[in-house]
């Protein structure tokens, strides 16, 4: 599985965009990258996916670096329901596992 | 749609003693995954089943945890006996057959082992 680094925490003022960062510098030219996010006391949800090209949709976008090894989540307008903690998770295409690492708690400031 | 359904939410138990979980994944999905969510990780996939056969049971703790999806739709995971370090939220996924389609989580059980 390919290794990911992200921030232990980041900090956001509500209604401002907030970037997050995501190193997966050895993933394979077949691997999606797919965000998720767990807010507090519930299981996680899946927020977006995506192979090469930047992706939308209605809760984030999805910017992916040029050479695949990075990639940045963006949410567009924080709220403070958006305080959880967001996993960067490289996915095989044949496969359905998911590999957890410890992701970045994002706190939201009013 | 009605989401993932586990139960119980929380449960408190003693060392050597078993517990079971139950969960009822999304009508029609055929994958059911059982995670364990250490306090301050991500979440680890236990063991994985399409339809009632199991694809992924490699960091299954065999030698006291099991797991079960009869009739390839509801599942139950049992520890027996517990230790202090199974003390974790265990997450039920779900998700369909199609490939890349998300894994949808149910809200977690909560075991604390005194």
């Not at chain 1, 990911?4 to 900090?11: A, D, K, L, R, V």
């Not at chain 1, 990639?71 to 044949?94: F, N």
């Not at chain 2, 993932?4 to 994958?31: D, L």
Request: aromatic fraction near 8%; proline fraction near 6%; include cysteine.
């Amino acid at each position: 599985d390919a290794k990911t680094t992200q921030p232990n925490s980041m900090e956001s003022n509500e209604e401002e965009p907030v970037h997050l960062p995501c190193n997966h510098s050895t993933i394979s030219g077949t691997d999606y990258i797919h965000w998720y996010r767990q807010l507090p006391s519930q299981g996680p949800e899946y927020v977006i996916h995506g192979l090469t090209s930047n992706v939308n949709n209605r809760m984030a976008s999805l910017a992916i670096a040029e050479d695949r090894k990075s990639s940045t989540l963006i949410l567009h307008r924080a709220t403070l329901r958006d305080a959880a903690v967001y996993y960067c998770i490289p996915k095989k295409s044949s496969g359905d596992k998911l590999t957890f690492g410890t992701g970045t708690r994002l706190a939201v400031r009013p | 749609e009605a989401g993932v359904a586990q139960s119980p939410r929380y449960k408190i138990i003693e060392k050597r003693q078993s517990v079971a979980f139950w969960c009822n994944p999304i009508s029609g999905h055929a994958t059911l995954y059982w995670y364990q969510q250490i306090l301050g990780q991500g979440p680890k996939l236990l063991i994985q089943f399409q339809n009632n056969g199991v694809v992924d049971d490699s960091q299954l703790p065999k030698d006291r945890f099991s797991a079960e999806r009869l009739k390839g739709v509801d599942s139950t995971l049992k520890i027996q006996p517990a230790k202090l370090e199974d003390s974790a939220v265990y997450l039920c996924a779900s998700s369909s057959v199609d490939r890349g389609k998300s894994q949808y989580f149910g809200p977690g059980t909560r075991l604390l082992v005194l």
